[in-house]
Each structure stands twice: as structure tokens, then as C-alpha cells.
């Protein structure tokens, strides 16, 4: 069984700012995780995603996320906030696995930018 | 990666009535989901469309309430039947290719039912 947490289902920062987002991951085996956004009326986009390897991963728009497997964590970051950022995101985890593995979302976090 | 379009981007609709959801894929995927969001919540997925055959739906999801329909690999229908208020929330068609089970989706469908 697989389970997201995402702490703070409301997050404000000021343009400029340190964007951080939470997740936490509960798997029975090793991972894939994912971060993806969405901008009002539209659909979800993948920000970034972990599979293997490296533990900092880079995504679009500036953000990055470091899987931390002691910490069950893959909290979602961006250096400078900027009013684009304006969105929900969220977190997903799959198993680690050949073949098709169910994808389960956390409950989002939308991320107010204030001027 | 894929491309994935929906249609209609938004209905409003009469209780009692069905509508039907198109979703296209620009690219072949292993796999396709239907999923609600409900206003300010996360994604429920519904069911896997299989094609060719019968959806696999999720918990508390029945195929008379959401008949689901996948002909080939790039598109599938989801219809919504016998509407009621508790109906309107937005229907997410996605696209899962191969590797990492890496999901594309659909701009959404947004359904208001009166």
C-alpha cells in the first residue's frame, strides 16, 4: 500500500521568496514520485519527477525536489517565488516496479503568491 | 511525452441526462484513467479504461453510472448518466506511457449539473 501526505493545504509566500512544499510518501517498496501542477481551469502538469540515481531532481519553471528515503520525503522547492508560481501542486507516489503500478495523489497544496 | 485533449472543456447540464467525455491521446499509451476532482479536493480516479474490453472501475464507481468506453489505444469515452447535483465536479482524462508510470493529462472536462 501506498499513501501521500501533503502538509499545508494552503501555502503563501511573497514574490521573491523561498517557495517549500511538503510531502511525505509511505510505499512498502522503493518509489517513483512525482510533483505535478495546476494552473486554475486546467489540467494536471508534471513538474518533476524521481525514478532512480540522483536524489535532487530538476524540473521545469525553476523548481526542484530531493528525495530524502530516511526522511520518507520529497519536499518540493523554489528559490524565488514569482506570481506565476500561482497554483496547486501535487504529490504523487507509484511503486517502484515493472509494469503498470496504480499512481496515488496527495491532497494538494495551493501556493498563493502575495506581490 | 503525450498530448492529450478532452472535450467539451466545460458543460452545464439538467438533472437526470447523461453527457459524454472524449478524451484523445496524441501517441499511443499503455494506459488510460478517468478521474473526478471535486471542487478544492484531490483526484478520486474512477476506472482504468481498457481497450477493447470492460474498464476496471475503482471502489464506490459502477459501470452503469459511468459506462466507460476505450476502442483503441489513443481515445476513450467516459459518460456521466443520469446526472444529479453531487455530479458536478471536474473529469480528468489521463495517459500513461511505458516508463515510471509517468502520467499526462487532460485539460479537463468541467461539469455543472442543475
Known amino acids: 500500500a501506498q499513501s501521500v501526505t501533503q502538509l499545508g493545504s494552503h501555502v503563501s509566500v511573497s514574490e521573491g521568496a523561498l517557495v517549500l512544499l511538503r510531502c511525505n510518501y509511505s510505499s512498502s517498496v522503493p518509489p517513483y514520485l512525482f510533483w505535478y501542477v495546476q494552473y486554475p481551469n486546467q489540467g494536471l502538469q508534471l513538474l518533476l519527477k524521481?525514478?532512480?540515481?540522483?536524489?535532487l531532481v530538476k524540473g521545469i519553471n525553476g523548481f526542484e525536489a530531493e528525495f530524502k528515503k530516511s526522511e520518507t520525503s520529497f519536499h518540493l522547492t523554489k528559490p524565488s517565488a514569482h506570481m506565476s508560481d500561482a497554483a496547486e501542486y501535487f504529490c504523487a507516489v507509484s511503486p517502484y516496479s515493472g509494469g503498470y503500478q496504480k499512481v496515488t495523489f496527495g491532497t494538494g497544496t495551493k501556493l498563493q503568491v502575495i506581490p | 511525452s503525450a498530448v492529450i485533449s478532452q472535450k467539451p472543456s466545460r458543460d452545464i447540464c439538467q438533472r437526470g441526462t447523461s453527457l459524454t467525455i472524449q478524451c484523445q491521446v496524441d501517441?499511443?499509451?499503455?494506459?488510460m484513467f478517468w478521474y473526478r476532482q471535486q471542487p478544492g479536493q484531490s483526484l478520486t480516479l474512477i476506472a482504468t479504461?481498457?481497450?477493447?474490453?470492460?474498464?476496471?472501475?475503482e471502489s464506490g464507481f459502477v459501470i452503469d453510472k459511468f459506462p466507460i468506453s476505450r476502442p483503441n489505444l489513443t481515445f476513450s469515452t467516459l459518460t456521466v448518466s443520469n446526472m444529479s447535483p453531487e455530479d458536478s465536479s471536474i473529469y480528468l482524462c489521463?495517459?500513461?506511457?511505458?516508463?515510471?508510470?509517468?502520467?499526462?493529462f487532460g485539460p479537463g472536462t468541467r461539469l455543472t449539473v442543475l
Open positions: 524521481y525514478t532512480t540515481g540522483a536524489t
Open positions: 489521463s495517459g500513461q506511457g511505458t516508463a515510471y508510470n509517468e502520467q499526462f
Open positions: 501517441s499511443q499509451v499503455t494506459m
Open positions: 479504461a481498457n481497450q477493447g474490453s470492460e474498464a476496471t472501475y
